[in-house]
Nanobody, 123 residues
Framework: QVQLVESGGGSVQAGGSLRLSCAAS????????MAWFRQAPGKEREGVAA???????TYADSVKGRFTISRDNAKNTLYLQMNSLKPEDTAMYYC?????????????????WGQGTQVAVSS
């Protein structure tokens, strides 16, 4: 089993920045592949950024150039640096681990999930 705990969400004005963190524990051998997803009220879950476990990163077109995914393996922690935030970035952000194949920004392809952290961007 893997436990994931997100933190770092909050309320910011458009143009601001936030850094989300996701601390992993348990069977960390299953955290080589990790990703961030988000879900806004009334909308489907959307993949934001991901590590595939082989050194490659993937970003959704909507966040390219603004968001950066990174990780600290010594701390078993995944990060999402979010810059130039827009009101449309408002959502609950979730961390996920253990990709089982397919399209990496498809939430259905990850096994473990955190509880989420809320991000609200005002105009």
């Amino acid at each position: 089993q893997v436990q994931l705990v997100e933190s770092g969400g909050g309320s910011v004005q458009a143009g601001g920045s936030l850094r989300l963190s996701c601390a992993a524990s348990g069977n960390t051998a299953r955290t080589y592949s990790m990703a961030w997803f988000r879900q806004a009220p009334g909308k489907e879950r959307e993949g934001v950024a991901a590590f595939d476990g082989h050194g490659s990163t993937t970003y959704a077109d909507s966040v390219k150039g603004r968001f950066t995914i990174s990780r600290d393996n010594a701390k078993n922690t995944l990060y999402l640096q979010m810059n130039s935030l827009k009101p449309e970035d408002t959502a609950m952000y979730y961390c996920a681990a253990h990709f089982v194949g397919g399209w990496i920004l498809d939430g259905g392809r990850f096994v473990y999930w955190g509880q989420g952290t809320q991000v609200a961007v005002s105009s």
